[in-house]
Each structure stands twice: as structure tokens, then as C-alpha cells.
């Protein structure tokens, strides 16, 4: 069964970083791109970043580019995301999702629970 | 980047009763657009991908339709637990984007 956990969030100062994990279980993780996904507070859906199933490759929405990265050991089964300068417009639950479907353009058919990343003085 | 436009934004129907939700694409997409179901407290669950093909144990009720830039997801009979919220997602273009959202709920 597959399972996705993540966690690392909660309240943080403006301007300081923050790391995600994401734990992975249940299918060979190792062969999966991998993509964070984030949903402010009552809003919708937004694509953040993704990584190819090695690492080797990594993709950013416009609106955290240069400020997060994502990275993903495949010896420990974690996917990770580095976030720098969090600003208000940073604060989240934070999805790891499993690509399906296409690289980097995919679908999301496996993800975890979410974690929360709050950001404020 | 593609912009998804879901209508309406809230659905208000009875078990038993038909839903018809919209997304429209700003540019074409071709046929790569999934829908996704998100209830309260979860995550988003796949149902359809490349518009009108049911993901893994996804019942025969809920069906996608459309191609370029007009897509539809129907649920032919609401079930108690498809009251939630749905959204689309597009893949044919770089970077991937989600619409807005629509709430089905109960009348």
C-alpha cells in the first residue's frame, strides 16, 4: 500500500527557512518523479516543484524559484523541500505527490496527508 | 502558463441527481487534463486523467468528457459521499496548473 508522510512544518518567523520531508513507503520510490504541491489556507491547488526519479532533474513554479529546493534521497525513501525567505504568501499545507503519467508534465495519483507551514511574527 | 476555469463555483444537488462540472483552458491542452476530488481534512484523490479516462477504482459514475480547451465531469447519480470539492489539473503545458475549484454540495 502506497504511503506518503509528511512532515517538518509549523509556525515560522518571516524570513526564515524551513525544511519538508516526505516519507515514502509501499512502491519503488526510486522509479517516481516526485512533485510538492501546496494549498493556502480555504484556496485551491498550486503546483510547486518537482523532481525527476534520480534527482538529476528539478522544476519550479515561477513563484518560489530560487527560494525552494527540492531534493529527494532515494537510499532513505524521502523527498524533501528546502524553503528559504518564507514570506506570508508562503503559508500552507504542503503536499509530496507522486508523478503519473508524463515527465515533468504529469498527473498526481499518490498523495500524503499534507503538512502545515504557518508563517508569522 | 494555462489558466483553468471551473464553473460553477458552488453546486447545490441532491443524492440521486446529476452533476455537471466545467473547467475551461485558456490555451489548448489537448486531451491532458485530470479532475481531482478533494473532501474535508484530505488530500486530493485522482479520478480522471487525459480527460475521460477513470483512474484505478474510480466508480463507473463519475465520467470526463472534452478535448482542446472545454472539459466536463459528470457524476451520473450523486452518492452521499461525493459531496466534496473538484478540481482540474492540465498537463499539456509547462507549468502544470490547477483551476479553482468547485463545490458540490448537498441542497
Known amino acids: 500500500q502506497v504511503q506518503l508522510v509528511e512532515s517538518g512544518g509549523g509556525v515560522v518567523q518571516p524570513g526564515r527557512s524551513l525544511r519538508l520531508s516526505c516519507a515514502a513507503s509501499?512502491?519503488?520510490?526510486?522509479?517516481?518523479?516526485m512533485h510538492w504541491v501546496r494549498q493556502a489556507p480555504g484556496k485551491g491547488l498550486e503546483w510547486v516543484a518537482v523532481t525527476s526519479y534520480d534527482g538529476a532533474r528539478r522544476y519550479y513554479a515561477d513563484s518560489v524559484k530560487g527560494r525552494f529546493t527540492i531534493s529527494r534521497d532515494n537510499s532513505y525513501n524521502t523527498l524533501y523541500l528546502e524553503i528559504n525567505s518564507l514570506s506570508a504568501e508562503d503559508t500552507g499545507l504542503y503536499f509530496c505527490?507522486?508523478?503519473?503519467?508524463?515527465?515533468?508534465?504529469?498527473?498526481?495519483?499518490?498523495w500524503g496527508q499534507g503538512t502545515l507551514v504557518t508563517v508569522s511574527s | 502558463e494555462i489558466v483553468l476555469t471551473q464553473s460553477p463555483a458552488t453546486l447545490s444537488l441532491s443524492p440521486g441527481e446529476r452533476a455537471t462540472l466545467s473547467c475551461r483552458a485558456s490555451?489548448?491542452?489537448?486531451?491532458?487534463l485530470g479532475w481531482y476530488q478533494q473532501k474535508p481534512g484530505q488530500a486530493p484523490r485522482l479520478l480522471i486523467y487525459d480527460a475521460s479516462s477513470r483512474a484505478t477504482d474510480i466508480p463507473a459514475r463519475f465520467s470526463g468528457s472534452g478535448s482542446g480547451t472545454d472539459f466536463t465531469l459528470t457524476i451520473s447519480s450523486l452518492e452521499p459521499e461525493d459531496f466534496a470539492v473538484y478540481y482540474c489539473?492540465?498537463?499539456?503545458?509547462?507549468?502544470?496548473?490547477f483551476g479553482g475549484g468547485t463545490r458540490v454540495e448537498i441542497k
Open positions: 509501499g512502491f519503488t520510490f526510486s522509479n517516481y518523479a
Open positions: 489539473q492540465q498537463r499539456g503545458n509547462w507549468p502544470l496548473t
Open positions: 505527490a507522486s508523478g503519473w503519467s508524463g515527465w515533468p508534465q504529469s498527473y498526481f495519483d499518490s
Open positions: 490555451q489548448n491542452v489537448n486531451f491532458y
